[in-house]
């Protein structure tokens, strides 16, 4: 076996695992340099491909592009100038609406969504084979000239957990932040400060740059915000974990491996950044 097929092995392997892990929703998302797709080719050659899988379709406003900057540049406001028709984002759902296909002009996404409490996350290597059966779908009807010009630009990876988080003395109140995230200090002793309500966080961490390039490759996020699970109104958090990282060619290899090397990241961080306590909640299943 060759020191990359072994690399890839290993990458799509379970470097960290949970029994019950709290993964809500998995995105695993292409944006091309410029449009790869118009509505012809979603609705009329994309689309009957798929259309038995996925049945039902919505129209949705289109995701604004990515454009991550770095350096002095990175402080910069920025905006875009829309000419004409405004593009439009398509969903394509699949019956019971657990696995969602978005396309629009300069992107093509696959969602993984929980239902229910019952659902069970699928693992990642199911996610990523059933993203390039549908991808190998998706460039196929738009066409290779049509991709070549609009070859892949940014590969993004996100992981959704929600996390239930009820404080143990009383089921109404949201545990602090600080007992889920080891990112977050306790709060300081105060007699000043009223009772803490809830935390939202976020912090950045940029990723190396691809073999001769200055730049970063790219973005790590890490988001926590509150939220109320709907079903039974049980307090905690939406914990969001999310790569935007450039593949290092234009090839569907390229942007695989890009996905598969986000993943790997987030899992192993997702370890790192929670509580032990969280661990022991969600059957942290410890190493060989």
Same mark, same amino acid.
């Given at each position: ?12 392997? $379970?470097? =960290? ?8 929703? +998995? ?5 091309? @340099?410029?449009?790869?797709?118009? #509505? ?5 050659? !994309? ?11 919505? %129209? ?9 900057? !770095? ?20 969903? !394509?759902?699949?019956? $019971? ?25 699928? *693992? ?5 084979? %059933? !993203?390039? @059966? ?10 290779? $000239? ?5 070859? /892949?630009?940014?590969? =993004? ?6 996390? @239930? ?6 089921? #109404?109140? *949201? ?6 995230? *080891?990112? +977050? ?12 309500? #809830? ?22 996020? +890490? #988001? ?18 999310? =790569? ?12 695989? *491996?890009?996905? $598969? ?5 987030? =899992? ?7 509580? /032990? ?12």
């Amino acid at each position: 076996m060759t020191l990359e097929k072994r690399t890839q092995e290993a990458l799509l392997g $379970d470097p =960290v695992s949970f029994d019950s892990p709290p993964v809500g929703e +998995v995105v695993l998302g292409i944006q091309f @340099a410029g449009p790869a797709a118009d #509505d012809a080719v979603a609705l009329a050659d !994309f689309w009957p491909q798929i259309r038995d899988e996925f049945p039902g379709m919505q %129209r949705q406003p289109a995701l604004p592009r990515i454009n991550e900057r !770095f350096g002095a540049d990175a402080a910069l406001g920025q905006f875009e100038l829309n000419f004409g028709i405004e593009p439009q984002r398509y969903w !394509f759902t699949s019956t $019971d609406e657990r696995w969602l296909v978005q396309v629009q002009p300069d992107r093509f996404i696959l969602n993984w969504r929980k239902q229910n409490e019952q659902d069970e996350y699928p *693992r990642y290597r199911a996610i990523r084979r %059933r !993203f390039e @059966a549908i991808y190998r779908k998706f460039a196929a009807a738009a066409g290779e $000239d049509r991709l070549l010009a609009n070859p /892949p630009e940014w590969c =993004v990876t996100t992981y959704i957990n929600n996390v @239930a988080a009820s404080s143990p003395g009383n089921p #109404d109140e *949201r545990l602090p932040l600080h007992r889920i995230l *080891r990112l +977050v200090s306790a709060p300081p002793k105060s007699s000043v400060l009223p009772p803490m309500e #809830d935390t939202k966080f976020q912090q950045r961490y940029l990723l190396p740059p691809l073999p001769g390039s200055l730049d970063p490759r790219g973005r790590f996020y +890490v #988001d926590a915000s509150p939220a109320v699970r709907a079903e039974d109104q049980m307090p905690g958090y939406f914990l969001e974990l999310k =790569v935007f990282a450039r593949p290092d060619s234009h090839s569907r290899a390229a942007v695989l *491996r890009c996905f $598969d090397q986000g993943r790997d990241l987030i =899992v192993r961080s997702f370890k790192d950044i929670t509580t /032990p306590s969280m661990h022991k909640q969600w059957g942290l299943q410890e190493e060989n």
